[in-house]
């Protein structure tokens, strides 16, 4: 049990999702430009702070799932950027659901509501915040899509 | 005649030569003084203005400053963030500004279901502003304040 752990935990870092191409050349890349990646205070979040939960049970079901990946590697699904590209609204809105599902709970592991100061957000922030999303018609990932990746075709998505 | 205009023509030359030289070592540029094998330290990056309060215009048809930030708002073939908030859709939920009509006219003047394609990237006219001091000083005078002064017996 031990040892499963371990390596559950050895394939839950950065380093390792960045070890196939497919990952490290496309949403990688697009990752170092944003605020997850560099901002004036220096925390950044990796891979696994975003797409894998951080609950044990959670964290099994998602790893079951993406065992589909391991798939996809081996067929080459997303090998080039062209056939990624091709994917990217697809796979985003796997990310969208899961996280529409389980009301951004990996947002909400870093950017905890009950300690958001609306006197220091922007105007329009602090109004968005202090209704949607404070009476809970809004979850984070209805409004901040596209934050940490480039986003695919957007038609037909809600809100957009 | 052939020999005065080539002279001519030599004399010209030489001239503009000198008055391109004289311009260029007037001209500020970003780099300044700095020589070709140096790195010039950067200037400062100076913070977005992020009020949400809408700016006056300093011209009837400038195009309105964006008072927000606009870090990593993609603007490309899949998608167009500003839209999200400034479409006819969108604006009754966001309460942002609706983009102008004259946005959905292609330029023949007929009018689009959806905004012209001439007018699809944003940034092209309407930009930040930043929290900083004019880098020369400006003496541009609004035309209004122009009419106010001749006007105005004093």
Not at chain 1, 64 to 78: L, N, P, Y
Not at chain 2, 143 to 152: I, Y
Request: charged share 25%; net charge positive; proline share 4%.
């Amino acid at each position: 049990m031990g040892a499963f752990n371990t390596s559950l935990e050895l394939s839950n870092t950065e380093e390792f999702c960045i070890s196939c191409h497919e990952m490290e050349s496309n949403v990688y890349e697009e990752l170092k430009t944003t605020i997850h990646f560099t901002n004036r205070s220096g925390v950044r979040a990796t891979c696994p702070d975003c797409h894998v939960p951080h609950k044990w049970t959670n964290k099994i079901a998602r790893k079951m799932q993406a065992s589909k990946e391991v798939w996809g590697k081996i067929f080459g699904t997303i090998n080039t950027r062209e056939k990624f590209l091709a994917h990217r609204k697809t796979l985003a809105e796997h990310e969208w659901d899961r996280l529409k599902a389980n009301d951004s709970l990996e947002c909400r592991n870093c950017h905890n509501f009950d300690y958001m100061d609306f006197t220091a957000q922007s105007t329009r922030a602090a109004q968005q915040h202090s209704t949607s999303l404070a009476s809970g018609e809004k979850t984070c990932i209805d409004c901040h899509k596209g934050i940490a990746h480039q986003l695919p075709d957007m038609k037909g998505v809600e809100g957009w | 005649m052939k020999t005065i205009i080539k002279g001519l023509l030599i004399a010209s030359i030489a001239f503009s030569g000198i008055a391109i030289h004289s311009v260029a070592q007037e001209i500020s540029t970003l780099r300044n003084e700095t020589k070709l094998d140096e790195q010039k330290t950067p200037n400062k990056i100076y913070q977005v203005n992020n009020s949400d309060i809408k700016q006056k215009r300093n011209y009837p048809m400038q195009p309105p400053l964006i008072p927000h930030t606009i870090r990593n708002y993609e603007v490309n073939l899949n998608t167009n963030k500003c839209m999200a908030c400034h479409s006819r859709q969108r604006t009754e939920e966001s309460q942002a500004p609706m983009v102008s009509v004259t946005h959905f006219m292609d330029r023949d003047g007929n009018f689009l279901a959806e905004i012209s394609p001439r007018r699809y990237f944003c940034s092209q006219c309407h930009v930040t502003q930043q929290d900083t001091k004019p880098l020369v000083e400006n003496t541009f005078i609004d035309m209004h304040t122009l009419m106010k002064a001749k006007t105005d017996p004093k």
